[in-house]
């Protein structure tokens, strides 16, 4: 039986392979420092702050796999030594 704390795991790994996807999508860059002014003046700001820097820190990550994997298997061996000592 999947417990909760893996079906995390997998949602979280799934949506870092997702985000690591958009490296390849031109103009996200552009187009987030476009609408910054705007969101703003909507009261979105820290959102979009949030946003930018999140695809900054992405483009600094050379291999954007190996760190999913990389936290990937950290997750999981974490995950069974602390809820195999539970069983």
Avoid: C
Wanted: aromatic share 8%; glycine share 10%.
């Amino acid at each position: 039986m999947r417990g909760p704390h893996v079906t995390q795991i997998d949602l979280v790994v799934a949506l870092l392979r997702q985000v690591a996807g958009l490296q390849n999508v031109p103009f996200i860059g552009t187009a987030l420092t476009a609408t910054r002014g705007a969101a703003q003046r909507m009261g979105w700001g820290t959102l979009h702050s949030f946003l930018e820097r999140g695809y900054t820190a992405w483009n600094g990550v050379a291999d954007p796999d190996l760190f999913v994997q990389i936290i990937e298997r950290r997750e999981r061996d974490l995950n069974d030594r602390l809820f195999s000592k539970a069983a």
